[in-house]
């Protein structure tokens, strides 16, 4: 299969070498390389095969009626490195359990290494134990994954980066600040804003804010009782008469963007934008997007993003390349950090 020039050159380097030479083509690696899918996100694994110029490995996964899990690997992946596509999208813990039986498919038919590949990690908001008798419950997905046979992780964006610290295997966290950064900055001509929604995404915004060359402003939250409804007391950073963007990791129920955006018109900002990493996009959060004052909400493919929940106002941008790129630089022993220098 022949492959489109831009699907590599959309980064800004991705594929080339350090020193600007074009790496070896991924269909020159051989037989070793292969790449599996659950049935979570099939769309994105068959992206990403397409862009290794490689076949998606045959697997049968097969649900008995008491709700058991059976999957068999149909070829040989003995010695093979292979890496297992499988975001956290519901029903989660269905298909984090149908990850785990694959690994331990894989791992018994001799595979020599098993990476499990999280665009989006279970779990991952489950970070600390900020409540007595709770579980650290994404330290615990990085436990089962190591467990079942996983030999590294990769995944994008973590909620916090201390995830990573969890793993007691090699885990590597890619991002989609490029890809964001790149569909925004055609957007720049007018006079633009970062907005952080809250004072704990300060530091993730800042980096977008950077990378844009856009002024930082921070939305100043504070609770007063006991519930889950904070009151918007000011502005940090100067937004009247400007163009906002908000940055954030995910959107769920997207009642904290809508109202931010809701807050942001109120204190002068012409029209408030949004580049969100996973849409996770649950409930009646579509509804609520459809009548809010957001003028564009951008999300990656991270999760999938069925024709129903596909508004006028939402933008949907691969990461396929870039995982792509990341998982034929695990294969070839290549730095995976080279990709954000």
């Known amino acids: 299969m022949n492959r489109a020039p ?5 980064f800004g380097g991705f594929g080339r070498g350090e020193t600007g030479e074009r790496i070896n083509e991924v269909g020159n690696m051989g037989d070793k390389l292969k790449v599996f899918s659950g049935s979570a996100h099939p769309v ?26 059976k999957v068999k690997i149909e070829e040989n992946v003995r010695n093979a490195d292979v890496f297992v596509i499988q975001p956290s999208t519901i029903p989660v813990n269905e298909g984090f359990m149908e990850l785990l039986i694959i690994i331990d498919a894989i791992k018994h038919a001799s595979a020599n290494r098993i990476t499990a590949v999280l665009p989006y990690y279970a ?4 970070d600390k134990k900020d409540e007595p008798r709770i579980s650290i419950t994404a330290r615990l997905v990085a436990d089962l994954l190591e467990t079942a046979g996983a030999n590294r992780i990769l995944t994008m964006d973590l909620h916090s980066p201390q995830i990573q610290g969890f793993c007691r295997i090699p885990a590597d966290q890619l991002l989609a600040l490029p890809i964001l950064c790149d569909y925004f900055r055609a957007k720049l001509e007018d ?9 704990g995404g ?10 844009l060359h856009l002024p930082l402003a921070i939305i100043d939250k504070r609770r007063f009782a006991d519930d889950d409804k904070a009151a918007v007391l000011n502005i940090v950073g100067e937004v009247e008469g400007k163009k906002a963007i908000i940055f954030d990791d995910e959107i769920s129920t997207g009642g904290t963007l809508v109202e931010a955006a809701e807050e942001l018109l109120s204190f002068g900002v012409r029209e408030v934008l949004a580049g ?5 996009l649950v409930g009646n959060a579509i509804q ?13 493919n991270t999760l999938p993003v069925p024709p129903e929940k596909k508004l006028n106002k939402l933008t949907v941008l691969s990461v396929a390349p870039l995982f792509a790129e990341a ?9 995976v950090s080279a990709l954000f220098r």
């Open 288 to 300: 609520k997007l459809e009548r809010s004052k957001l003028k564009e909400l951008v999300v990656t």
């Open 6 to 10: 831009t699907n590599w050159d959309i």
């Open 44 to 69: 994105l694994a068959r992206e990403i095969c397409n862009l290794l110029e490689t076949g998606l490995g045959e697997m049968t996964i097969h649900k008995f009626a008491n709700d058991n899990i």
């Open 202 to 211: 300060v530091k993730t915004t800042a980096g977008y804010a950077a990378r």
């Open 123 to 126: 779990y991952a908001r489950s």
């Open 191 to 199: 006079d633009y804003v970062v907005v952080a929604a809250d004072a």
């Open 327 to 335: 998982i034929k630089r695990i294969h070839e022993g290549e730095s």
């Open 276 to 280: 969100i990493v996973h849409p996770v």
